[in-house]
């Protein structure tokens, strides 16, 4: 059985590779939660349905004709859906249950898309829209949650406004001019997981997503303050501490410094006796 730290190993080895393969790293992502999980077998199922679209073509130069293939197998024959009626539940973050399940979230069967049509050379991005990741099939973008369906710019412009999103044309733009790179995506997939486990007040479990945050993101201080606070509902007070500090020196702006500040001075109070 791999350990952990092997495991994150080689998340973060495939997460800083030019042409990372998507969906080996979520993978890896998913072989923390089951450590016997073997990638390849995964990828080889990958490989296979990337075969079988190759086959349904019936021209290489039809760009409409290849994307209707791509998504009359991953959602029809395939039967990859969203799982609306389980949407929290953890195992719709983890590839190999969403691949075993044919069910999942935005991101994951979005993983599913974007890996199966990069196998084929297809013009496949994803679009990090907040609330509901899609995917973007050369002009055209689609929600795998809802199983390939096309959404129109008209729909997305006003999604943004309906989350108060300031410009809601220019940030359009910039989502569909600058698709996310694999690592962003990883740590979206993270950061669901997280929220997940959160929920289920799992914090030993939020904690070792979080470590994983902090090595894939480590510009971004809230996924410091995040596991400081996860440290210290562990009752891990040095461990939280040098987190919160490391946040503040990140972020001495935050309009709860007084308040960290104030929770430091406690942990450290308490850290002769905790961890």
């Given at each position: 059985m791999?350990?952990v730290e ?11 590779l030019?042409a990372?393969?998507?969906a080996a ?11 016997e999980?073997?990638p390849a077998?995964y ?11 190759s ?9 409409d ?8 197998e991953?959602?029809?024959r395939?039967d ?7 949407y929290?539940?953890?195992?719709n973050?983890?590839?190999?249950d ?8 935005p ?5 599913v898309y974007?890996?199966i ?8 991005h994803?679009?990090n829209?907040?609330?509901h990741f ?7 973008v ?10 129109a710019?008209?729909?997305l ?9 300031p410009?809601?044309g ?6 569909l ?11 979206r997939?993270?950061?669901?997981l ?10 030993v ?9 902090v ?9 410091l ?9 562990l009752?891990?007070?040095?461990a ?12 001495p702006?935050?309009?709860e410094?007084?308040?960290i500040?104030?929770?430091?001075v406690?942990?450290?109070r ?6």
């Amino acid at each position: 059985m791999r350990s952990v730290e092997e495991i994150r190993g080689e998340l973060y080895r495939i997460a800083d590779l030019p042409a990372a393969d998507l969906a080996a790293a979520a993978l890896w992502i998913a072989a923390e939660e089951y450590p016997e999980l073997d990638p390849a077998a995964y990828l080889r199922y990958l490989d296979d349905v990337a075969s079988a679209v190759s086959a349904r073509i019936p021209d290489a130069g039809d760009p409409d004709a290849a994307r209707d293939a791509l998504s009359e197998e991953i959602f029809v024959r395939q039967d990859f859906a969203g799982n609306a009626t389980e949407y929290y539940d953890p195992r719709n973050s983890y590839l190999n249950d969403v691949i075993d399940r044919r069910r999942g979230i935005p991101i994951t069967l979005a993983v599913v898309y974007l890996s199966i049509g990069r196998r084929l050379g297809m013009p496949v991005h994803g679009v990090n829209a907040p609330g509901h990741f899609l995917v973007r099939h050369g002009g055209r973008v689609l929600d795998p949650f809802a199983r390939g369906r096309a959404v129109a710019d008209d729909t997305l412009l006003e999604q943004l406004r309906q989350m108060n999103v300031p410009d809601p044309g220019a940030h359009l733009q910039r989502l569909l001019a600058a698709p996310p790179d694999t690592r962003t995506i990883l740590v979206r997939m993270l950061g669901n997981l997280k929220a997940n486990h959160l929920q289920r007040k799992d914090f030993v479990r939020s904690l070792a997503v979080v470590d994983r945050l902090v090595h894939l993101e480590p510009g971004n201080p809230l996924w410091l303050r995040d596991r400081g606070a996860l440290y210290q509902r562990l009752d891990c007070a040095r461990a939280a501490a040098a987190d919160l500090e490391r946040y503040l020196e990140l972020a001495p702006d935050d309009s709860e410094a007084d308040v960290i500040r104030e929770t430091i001075v406690k942990l450290r109070r308490n850290a002769p006796t905790l961890q």
